[in-house]
């Protein structure tokens, strides 16, 4: 067994958990799984099945671990892993499927907006209510920096509709914000 300092770096936390430690494996859940909660909510908006896919995508964090290579982040190829789960679940959950809008993207109005009173967790709620697949696109390009080629792959669409879907994702924001910014206007005077 392996005592809970060897956990204090990353190589011996991994070789911790690759040699089946549940004290190492426990301690690499603790760690992460606040974080991976978080991402796993922003793609699936139900607490309860972020939960369950952020637990799914640890067993494939501790499965998988024999394959990483030590190149790169660690905690970036967890991330990955995580991020792949939340989109399996979407792809494979019929009422979660992401639906792609196709209307002409000349509707949209160009609302003035101020940045000055949005507080973040506005914008994380405002970027939660947006429709599955402009979320989810939303995400990867934005948040998890993932390329439009990279998404593409990923939920099995093209790179000209990650792209289309993250514009409109934008736009809707923006007039989310531009409407929260005239009515905090108003309410204030």
């Not at 990353?10 to 760690?31: F, M, P, V, W």
């Not at 101020?114 to 994380?124: F, G, I, M, S």
């Amino acid at each position: 067994m392996f005592s809970r300092t060897n956990f204090s770096t990353e190589s011996g936390l991994i070789q911790g958990c690759l040699k089946g430690d549940r004290n190492a494996q426990r301690h690499l859940y603790d760690t992460y799984s606040g974080k991976f909660l978080a991402i796993c909510i922003r793609y699936l908006k139900d607490r309860e099945h972020a939960e369950d896919v952020m637990i799914e995508g640890f067993m494939k964090i501790f499965d998988k671990l024999p394959q990483y290579q030590g190149t790169g982040s660690f905690e970036g190829w967890m991330k990955r892993i995580i991020v792949t789960q939340a989109l399996m679940t979407l792809r494979s959950h019929r009422h979660l499927m992401m639906e792609v809008n196709m209307e002409n993207e000349t509707d949209y109005k160009d609302h003035s907006y101020e940045l000055n009173h949005l507080e973040v967790a506005d914008l994380r709620d405002m970027v939660g209510s947006l429709p599955v697949g402009y979320r989810t696109v939303f995400n990867l390009f934005a948040i998890e920096g993932y390329s439009h080629q990279e998404i593409g792959d990923l939920l099995g669409i093209t790179e000209s509709t990650s792209k289309s879907q993250l514009n409109r994702a934008r736009n809707t924001l923006k007039e989310k914000i531009a409407s929260q910014t005239i009515n905090k206007k108003t309410i204030n005077g």
